[in-house]
């Protein structure tokens, strides 16, 4: 049985402790130079050792604990998902800690396509080949697609667009990547199960930018899995400049930089309101110069730990008719005199022309807080004479035909608009950064939705 030339030792952790932090100040090439070659060897092949973040370890502990079967690796795009797996897999064959206490002799390699599975998993430039050292690399077979180890050890290719290609064998282990992308992922998943039935303990690895898709949403709640999770900017120093630039920039914020970079699982209710779509539609650069400008508050019924949110979102109108949504600025929990100084610095950094505050359950209060703080403002109490959905109906109307824009990302909002049904958010919650946003263009002219105001 082959392992690492060098065991983990204090003096290894130093090095790689070391090594970390010349990462950290961009002195990585002074490091290397200073390096003998028996700490050159060790950097080469101890990736668990020193190369690895948390999240690409087996959980342990806090992360999930040692008796899990499914091991869920979410990850953005370039998190570095692949390298997990391969050395999951080259650990698991050798028999190498943290990964496995003895060698497991069968393991499964699922792919999206076999295409898929051998050009990335196992010959890519982090798959299971390039990870070994070469005098400890097994040999790939393609035309049997196995990968077969010096110890006997071997990993078998499958296709997710061929379940019943599981239907025979038996393994120990199983690495599944991009299982959000599968073409039969229940039927492919169910023949792996039947197939896990060597050794003491299967256990599974899922590698995948998370998708809202029945299977991957069955299995982060499935009580045997761990969960670890990555955006593509944990993995920066192994990325190009330019992509974190120009990518990562663009699509920061946005449904989709969310999904395929941030590793986030983005939901989204069928009979929402709001669709991603149109939300993502509505995005722009930035707003335009705005004839009117709006601050609107949905404050808390109560305070302490249990509290709502203090809803705070700005809008206004342009010079055609446009409405924008130029900041959501709600905050958690907050006491009385937090939340109004905040609304009070959200109206003056805007330069509003009205703070537009909601005076059901306990508004009255609201709008006494916030004179307390600066009574030089003038506040607009709106009062809600009907139900949360039907006053966002035409809100809705409005953003389904164009005629409002966000001038930023705004996730916390956004996430609350795509999951808010006839029966409010699905967790039950209250709809504090939407209930304010309803309230800001409503304020701004909404025909067939104007609330009841009046001016204190």
Same mark, same amino acid.
């Given at each position: ?32 130079? +200073? ?24 959980? $342990? ?7 899990? $079967? ?9 998190? +570095? ?5 391969? &050395? ?11 990964? =496995?206490? &003895?060698?497991?002799? *069968? ?30 690399? %097994?040999?790939?077979?393609?035309? *049997? ?15 997710? &667009?061929?379940? &019943? ?86 699509? !920061? +914020? ?26 993502? $539609? ?5 707003? %335009? ?19 709502? !949110? ?19 600025? $709600?905050?958690? *929990?907050? *006491?009385?005199?937090?939340? =109004? ?33 600066? =009574? ?19 809100? =809705? ?13 705004? %996730? ?27 309230? !800001? ?16």
């Amino acid at each position: 049985m082959t392992r690492s030339p060098v065991t983990p030792t204090r003096s290894a952790k130093r090095l790689r402790n070391a090594l970390r932090n010349c990462l950290a100040a961009g002195k990585l090439d002074e490091f290397l130079a +200073g390096c003998d070659a028996r700490a050159l060897t060790f950097l080469m092949h101890a990736w668990s050792d020193v190369w690895a973040r948390d999240d690409q370890l087996p959980p $342990t502990g806090a992360q999930g604990g040692g008796d899990w $079967t499914i091991w869920l690796v979410v990850g953005g795009r370039g998190a +570095g998902k692949t390298r997990t797996g391969a &050395e999951w897999v080259r650990g698991l064959a050798q028999g190498m800690p943290p990964f =496995a206490p &003895e060698p497991v002799e *069968r393991i499964a390699l699922v792919g999206e396509t076999i295409a898929d599975a051998r050009e990335v998993m196992v010959e890519g430039v982090s798959g299971v080949l390039a990870v070994h050292p070469r005098h400890e690399r %097994p040999t790939w077979i393609p035309t *049997r697609r196995r990968l077969e180890w010096p110890n006997g050890a071997v990993a078998q290719v499958f296709s997710a &667009e061929d379940p &019943e290609a599981l239907r025979g064998p038996q393994f120990g282990a199983a690495w599944c990547d991009e299982l959000c992308k599968w073409r039969h992922a229940e039927e492919t998943w169910d023949m792996l199960q039947f197939g896990l039935r060597l050794g003491r303990q299967p256990r599974e690895l899922v590698t995948t930018t998370p998708r809202p898709v029945p299977l991957f949403r069955k299995l982060l709640a499935d009580p045997r899995a761990a969960v670890t999770r990555a955006a593509t900017r944990a993995n920066a120093w192994n990325l190009a400049p330019a992509f974190l630039d120009t990518v990562v920039g663009k699509y !920061a +914020g946005t449904r989709l930089g969310r999904q395929e970079l941030d590793g986030e699982l983005i939901a989204e209710r069928a009979d929402a309101l709001w669709t991603r779509d149109m939300i993502d $539609t509505a995005r722009a650069d930035a707003a %335009p110069p705005l004839t009117r400008i709006v601050v609107a508050v949905d404050p808390p019924a109560t305070s302490g730990r249990r509290a709502d !949110a203090c809803g705070l979102v700005a809008a206004g109108v342009d010079a055609c008719g446009q409405y924008w949504v130029i900041e959501d600025a $709600t905050i958690e *929990r907050a *006491r009385p005199a937090e939340w =109004a100084a905040r609304a009070l610095a959200l109206y003056h950094r805007h330069r509003a022309d009205a703070l537009v505050v909601e005076v059901n359950q306990g508004g009255e209060m609201a709008a006494a807080v916030i004179a307390g703080v600066d =009574a030089s403002v003038p506040v607009t109490p709106v009062r809600a004479t009907r139900g949360k959905y039907l006053r966002a109906e035409p809100v =809705a109307a409005l953003y389904e035909q164009g005629r409002v824009r966000h001038a930023a990302a705004f %996730p916390a909002l956004e996430d609350e608009m795509a999951d808010f049904g006839p029966g409010g958010l699905s967790s039950g919650r209250s709809p504090d950064r939407l209930d304010a946003l309803v309230w !800001a263009i409503t304020a701004l002219g909404v025909k067939g939705g104007e609330p009841r105001v009046r001016t204190l």
